[in-house]
Structures are given as structure tokens and as C-alpha cells.
């Protein structure tokens, strides 16, 4: 329940500020990557309940939920309004698999498709954080990555169903994270 506790905080923690920037236009996200996002990580959080995480995967359900609303805000504020083929790519790989998990009865299963269809959420902002290493504010990716572990710790059942998902993000975020401090030095370094 503690880690359960932290990992709601945590969340809180990296969204509010970002969902101020947002309304105040300092920060645009990728529409695609949070639509993306928003709709795996709660159906996610489904299917962790259905493989018994308990208490444990109510943070990835309250972040689905808030992941959606920011997908709103990106839509409404039109975020990044370069949208590139690439890019619809991303999505429409995305959007066309996302239906796929309906079709198993397994939990595994829908979380294993479920976490491939989240990867392709990055092409977008991965695409436009490389082109813009200043665009995305790298707390936001830090408390998440921390956020997924202590969502981790507070699962009630460990498996691959209720530890693939938060695990493999994590993973995602250290290395889109890795990306943006080494385009930002590359940056700087061209910069100057």
C-alpha cells in the first residue's frame, strides 16, 4: 500500500507541473505519443488487475487516466503541429494493434501486445525530442522511470503479466533519457 501511496505521488509529482506547462505553452507534446500512451497504460492496468497485481496497479490505472487527459490538452493546445509521416506511421502501427489484445483471454498475452503498441508511442516524441533535445522537460521521463519502479515494489503478485509493462517503460525512459542528454551535449558542442 506504501509503494502503491509513492507511486500515485510520484505520478502527481511528474504530471502537474508538465500539465501546467502545457496550458501555459511552455511544453507541447506529441498528440500522437499520449493518445498512444494514455490508451495502453490503462488498458494495462486492467489486465494487471486480471493477472492479480492488486493495490500495485492502481497507480498505472490513475496514470492511464491522467495520460489521457494530457493527450486532450496536447489535441486542444495542437502541442508539436508538426505531424510528419513517420509519425503516422507510429500511430497508425499503434492504433491498428491496439485492437489485438481483445482477441486473447490471457492477461500475458494483452500485456505483452499492449507493451509493444506503448513502445511505438515513443516514434513520435522520440522523433521530435531528437530534432529538439530541449523540447520535452527530462524530469518529467526521470520521475516517470522512478515512478514505474516503485509501482514495481508495490505489485501484490509478481509475473510477467503485472511486471512487463511498468519494467519494459522504465527500460524506455532510460534510454529516450540517455538520448536527450547526449543530443543536448551534441548540441551544445555544435553550439559553441
Same mark, same amino acid.
Given at each position: 500500500?506504501?509503494?502503491?501511496?509513492?507511486?500515485?505521488?510520484? $505520478?502527481?509529482?511528474?504530471?502537474?507541473?508538465?500539465?501546467?506547462?502545457?496550458?501555459?505553452?511552455?511544453?507541447?507534446?506529441?498528440?500522437?505519443?499520449?493518445?498512444?500512451?494514455?490508451?495502453?497504460? /490503462?488498458?494495462? /492496468?486492467?489486465?494487471?488487475?486480471?493477472?492479480?497485481?492488486? &493495490?500495485?496497479?492502481?497507480?498505472? =490505472?490513475?496514470?492511464?487516466?491522467?495520460?489521457?487527459? &494530457?493527450?486532450?490538452?496536447?489535441?486542444?493546445?495542437?502541442?508539436?503541429?508538426?505531424? $510528419?509521416?513517420?509519425?503516422?506511421?507510429?500511430?497508425?502501427?499503434?492504433?491498428?494493434?491496439?485492437?489485438?489484445?481483445?482477441?486473447?483471454?490471457?492477461?500475458?498475452?494483452?500485456?505483452?501486445?499492449?507493451?509493444?503498441?506503448?513502445?511505438?508511442?515513443?516514434?513520435?516524441?522520440?522523433?521530435?525530442?531528437?530534432?529538439?533535445?530541449?523540447?520535452?522537460?527530462?524530469?518529467? /521521463?526521470?520521475?516517470?522511470?522512478?515512478?514505474?519502479?516503485?509501482?514495481?515494489?508495490?505489485?501484490?503478485?509478481?509475473?510477467? $503479466? $503485472?511486471?512487463?509493462?511498468? =519494467?519494459?517503460?522504465?527500460?524506455?525512459?532510460?534510454? /529516450?533519457?540517455?538520448?536527450?542528454?547526449?543530443?543536448?551535449?551534441?548540441?551544445?558542442?555544435?553550439?559553441?
Amino acid at each position: 500500500m506504501l509503494f502503491a501511496a509513492l507511486a500515485v505521488a510520484l $505520478t502527481i509529482a511528474a504530471f502537474w507541473p508538465y500539465i501546467v506547462a502545457i496550458r501555459s505553452g511552455r511544453a507541447r507534446p506529441h498528440v500522437f505519443s499520449w493518445i498512444i500512451w494514455g490508451s495502453t497504460t /490503462f488498458l494495462v /492496468f486492467l489486465a494487471q488487475l486480471a493477472g492479480g497485481g492488486g &493495490i500495485g496497479a492502481w497507480p498505472i =490505472g490513475f496514470s492511464g487516466l491522467v495520460t489521457i487527459y &494530457i493527450a486532450w490538452l496536447a489535441y486542444s493546445k495542437r502541442g508539436a503541429v508538426r505531424i $510528419t509521416r513517420t509519425d503516422w506511421l507510429f500511430f497508425g502501427g499503434a492504433m491498428v494493434s491496439l485492437p489485438v489484445w481483445l482477441v486473447t483471454s490471457d492477461p500475458l498475452w494483452a500485456v505483452v501486445i499492449l507493451t509493444a503498441v506503448d513502445t511505438l508511442g515513443f516514434g513520435p516524441t522520440f522523433r521530435k525530442t531528437f530534432a529538439d533535445p530541449h523540447g520535452e522537460p527530462m524530469w518529467l /521521463f526521470i520521475i516517470m522511470g522512478l515512478r514505474n519502479i516503485v509501482a514495481i515494489a508495490a505489485l501484490e503478485a509478481y509475473n510477467l $503479466t $503485472t511486471v512487463l509493462f511498468p =519494467g519494459a517503460i522504465a527500460l524506455w525512459y532510460v534510454l /529516450f533519457i540517455a538520448m536527450m542528454l547526449w543530443r543536448r551535449r551534441v548540441g551544445a558542442a555544435g553550439a559553441g
